[in-house]
């Protein structure tokens, strides 16, 4: 079964909408989680990543106020895209490897496809 | 500069045969290695992890991993239709908390019947 659950699955919304994506860890918990991109036929971007406790790594060209990471507990972290735009319109997927070490297998959520209209 | 390299394929293998995904990468110390499968739509689903130089097997699936030459591979064995999909190769980089994977392009499978 799945070990880590990415809600919601799908959302469409109007320009300048923010939305909020919850990603958990459902058995074990997670210090780190990892926020990916993904845009048609193009392979994952990592967007930034998620620390217990503390700020948010992001990822060069990530706009740190448009896309706000919160990792308020063990397991749970929010990516809220803020005043979304087509542009912003993806497949955005998250990650928290099991053994609680980054370089321990990753557990993807089934992701979240994002359309702006 | 490239991080991981795939064959970006696609790669048509009819069933029942093997199918080889090649991957290469940068980094010379990287020690965390994975595949993953993603289907069309879907997020990416682990296969298979190596960490060691040689050969580990899970059922049809074998990874392949050279750190001298910074090469991992996948061989799938008696190919499936349901192996259709897209292969990703990923490196860990840097330290255990404080790296990320790096993932290559992608490697797009189809088994024909």
């Known amino acids: 079964g799945a070990v880590v659950s990415q809600h919601p699955s799908r959302v469409i919304c109007k320009s300048g909408t923010s939305v909020k994506i919850e990603c958990r860890s459902l058995d074990f918990q997670a210090t780190t989680m990892f926020w990916y991109r993904q845009f048609p036929k193009q392979s994952l971007m990592l967007m930034a990543t998620s620390n217990e406790g503390s700020k948010a790594t992001y990822e060069q060209g990530v706009e740190k106020d448009k896309f706000l990471i919160n990792h308020a507990s063990l397991t749970l972290s929010t990516l809220t895209v803020t005043s979304a735009h087509p542009e912003d319109s993806s497949f955005y997927i998250c990650?928290?490897?099991?053994?609680?070490?980054?370089?321990?297998?990753?557990?993807f959520g089934d992701g979240t496809r994002l359309s702006i209209l | 500069q490239k991080e991981v390299e795939q064959n970006s394929g696609p790669l048509s293998v009819p069933e029942g045969a093997i199918a080889s995904l090649n991957c290469t990468y940068s980094d010379r110390g990287s020690q965390s290695f994975f595949w993953y499968r993603q289907y069309s739509g879907k997020s990416p689903e682990l296969i298979m992890s190596?960490?060691?130089?040689g050969d580990k097997e899970d059922g049809r699936f074998t990874a392949q991993l050279n750190k001298a030459s910074q090469y991992v591979s996948l061989l799938i064995r008696d190919s499936q239709p349901s192996d259709s999909a897209t292969y990703l190769c990923a490196v860990f980089q840097g330290g255990s908390t404080l790296g990320r994977l790096y993932f290559g392009r992608g490697t797009q499978l189809t088994v024909w019947p």
């Open positions: 190596i960490y060691s130089n």
């Open positions: 990650s928290a490897p099991r053994g609680g070490y980054g370089n321990q297998p990753q557990h």
